[in-house]
Each structure stands twice: as structure tokens, then as C-alpha cells.
């Protein structure tokens, strides 16, 4: 069945992704719209082996397409995604606008796909963070098979997850290092290059030191996966292009040894496991860039918690972070008949 497709936001990291994956992933494209503000009118992009011009999302005719993925930011989906969605178009957006909101799905298809029979209640559904696609792919079958009660995390982040021009700050901050030039700091608080920094987002204004990724990531573990679980998380950009990495504890009702982890994981969906007791038996954010998987090494027990286990989690945030995860929930409505051209 043929749908036609719009994409807002086409012109950034994860728009591009989301075209590239549609055709990658053989998605029944009938007529392919790329959307965008009228200082982006007429430009060209590829999508497949065809060449689609930017169109303006003002006087766009929404009525005339069945799925709408939004790849733009939070003040563009809550201005337009309820407009799309009264049309009879479904959106999936990318943006935290209404990740939040209680009767709009927050969903990843390995985890939660039963969330998508409330879609049409505002027929919204809302991707996840980067961060937390990742995390739960890696986790759910855990929870499933022991139950979690804690999670501690902590992230490092690529400077893609922030837009391209962080990641070009980070070539032209490296670039100027070895020309001995003076660094230029616009898209980070602090230098980028050759650094870590502890931070990911604004500070949230409650006193409590956590950033808006960090409160992000503990409400959409509720949301998607279990309420009850503890979730503590920090957060920190790194100088890599491409890539999220994460390094999780968790805490488990019941107990279950490394081995017997690695290998439900091995049999989990959207899960590639790389895990050798040797130098380089394990995934690091280069070699990930471009793939669909979340991939898990370096697990082992914690024997300083009753039932604990430690794992290091990498995947492509443009790709199973974002847009891979859209074009995923896209699919999954297809399936389940909720597309209709």
C-alpha cells in the first residue's frame, strides 16, 4: 500500500537520516514532500535515486499525505503537529514537545509496542531521546525476565546529538588546536575538542543540579518501560562525531550471571552483542556510525550489589537514536493498519 510521506526538517542530521532510512528500509513511498521554512524553498535533496525540492510548510496541503515525520524542533512540532494531525495525518516527532503529554505514545518498537493503539487519540506519537532508546532496548529483556529496580547511567554523548554546528565546532575547535589558532566556543560552555563535558542541556531550574537530558531520560524510562524502576543518570557530551555510549548499573530482583545475560541479549530484537575478554572484544562509537543495532559489551556482575550487572551500550543516535526509531514506529502503524492512502 503506497502512502505518501512528509518529512519537516529534512535539511538537518536526523532529517537526512530519516529520508535515507525510508529508502534503505524499502518503505512503500508513494509521494515523498520534504518540508521546510521559505529561507530553505527550492533546495534539492536525495531521497532514494530521486532528487525531491524543499516545499513550504505554510501553505502545505497535509490532507494530501497519510504520514508526517517531524525532524524539527520543539516550538515547530507544537506549532504545526496538532494542525497536521487534525488534516488526518499521523506525525511522529522527534522533537521532546509531547513526550510527555499523557495520551500521546512514546514509543520504541523492541519495548513498547502495544503503545501505539492509543495513537489516535491525538494522532501524535512521540520518539524518544537518543539516550533512552538505547538504554531500554538493552534493558527491556532484562526487566522482563528478573525485573530492575535501579538503574545508574551515565552517557557520553556525541556532539551530533547537539546539531551540525556542534559537531563543526568540534572539527574547527581540533583543527585550530594543531594550527595553534584561537578557540572559538559557540555551541558548548566549554571546549569540545580533546575535553568531556558534564553537561548535556540546560540545568533544570529546580535546584537539584540534574539537566533537562538527565530529567529526560528518568521520565521516559517511566513512560516507556516500568514507573517503578530508580533511575539516576548523568550526562556528558564527548569529542565523537557519531555514536552515544553508555555505561549502566543495574540492580535486579532476581539474580542472573553475566552469561546467562549475554546470551538473552543475544536472542533479543534490535540487539547485537560484541562482548570478548580480550583488548578490543568490544564496540566503541566509530564503528557503530551507519548501523541499525544497539550494541552491548563488557557485561559483567557486580558484586558490590545484591543482583547487580554492568554493560557498556553503543549505538547511532541519528540512526536507532532518532531516525531509524521513526522510520520503526512508521512501520509498526503500517502493520497495524493504521495508515491508510
Not at 557530551?237 to 549502566?248: D, K, L, N, T, W
Request: hydrophobic share 45%; net charge negative; with cysteine.
Amino acid at each position: 500500500m503506497p502512502i505518501n510521506v512528509a518529512v519537516i526538517g529534512a535539511t538537518g542530521n536526523v532529517g537526512r537520516e530519516m529520508l535515507t532510512i525510508l529508502d534503505e528500509r524499502l518503505f512503500p513511498v508513494d509521494k515523498m514532500h520534504v518540508l521546510a521554512s521559505r529561507k530553505s524553498l527550492g533546495r534539492e535533496l536525495s531521497f532514494g535515486d530521486k532528487t525531491v525540492k524543499c516545499e513550504n510548510i505554510e501553505t502545505f496541503d497535509f490532507s494530501t499525505v497519510d504520514l508526517v515525520l517531524m525532524a524539527a524542533g520543539g516550538d515547530t512540532a507544537r506549532q504545526w503537529a496538532p494542525r497536521i494531525a487534525r488534516d488526518g495525518a499521523l506525525v511522529i516527532d522527534n522533537s521532546s514537545a509531547f513526550r510527555m503529554t499523557e495520551d500521546v505514545p512514546l514509543i520504541v518498537p523492541e519495548v513498547n509496542p502495544e503503545a501505539i493503539l492509543g495513537a489516535r487519540t491525538k494522532n501524535i506519537i512521540a520518539n524518544p531521546n537518543c539516550s533512552t532508546i538505547q538504554m531500554v532496548v538493552a534493558l527491556k529483556p532484562l526487566h522482563d525476565e528478573v525485573g530492575i529496580k535501579r538503574i545508574n547511567v551515565s552517557t557520553f554523548q556525541s556532539t551530533s546529538g547537539a546539531g551540525k554546528d556542534a559537531m563543526d565546532e568540534l572539527w574547527n575547535q581540533t583543527r585550530s588546536l594543531f594550527v595553534n589558532d584561537e578557540i572559538e566556543q559557540e555551541a558548548f560552555p566549554k571546549q569540545i575538542a580533546f575535553n568531556v563535558i558534564p553537561q548535556v542541556d540546560v540545568f533544570l531550574d529546580d535546584g537539584s543540579g540534574d539537566t533537562k537530558e538527565e530529567q529526560k531520560m528518568v521520565q521516559e524510562t517511566a513512560k516507556i518501560m516500568c514507573p517503578d524502576i530508580k533511575v539516576n543518570v548523568t550526562c556528558v557530551r564527548v569529542p565523537v562525531f557519531v555514536g552515544h555510549s553508555e555505561a549502566i548499573n543495574i540492580e535486579m530482583n532476581k539474580p542472573m550471571s553475566a552469561d546467562a545475560a549475554r546470551e538473552l541479549l543475544r536472542t533479543s530484537p534490535g540487539l547485537m552483542i560484541n562482548d570478548k575478554h580480550e583488548p578490543g572484544g568490544y564496540v566503541t562509537p566509530v564503528e557503530i556510525a551507519g548501523e541499525f543495532a544497539v550494541y552491548v559489551s563488557r557485561i559483567r556482575e557486580d558484586k558490590t550489589v545484591k543482583h547487580g550487572l554492568n554493560m557498556w551500550v553503543v549505538s547511532d543516535n541519528l540512526r536507532k537514536g532518532a531516525a531509524l526509531n521513526a522510520v520503526q514506529i512508521a512501520e509498526l502503524a503500517l502493520n497495524r493498519g493504521m495508515l491508510i492512502a
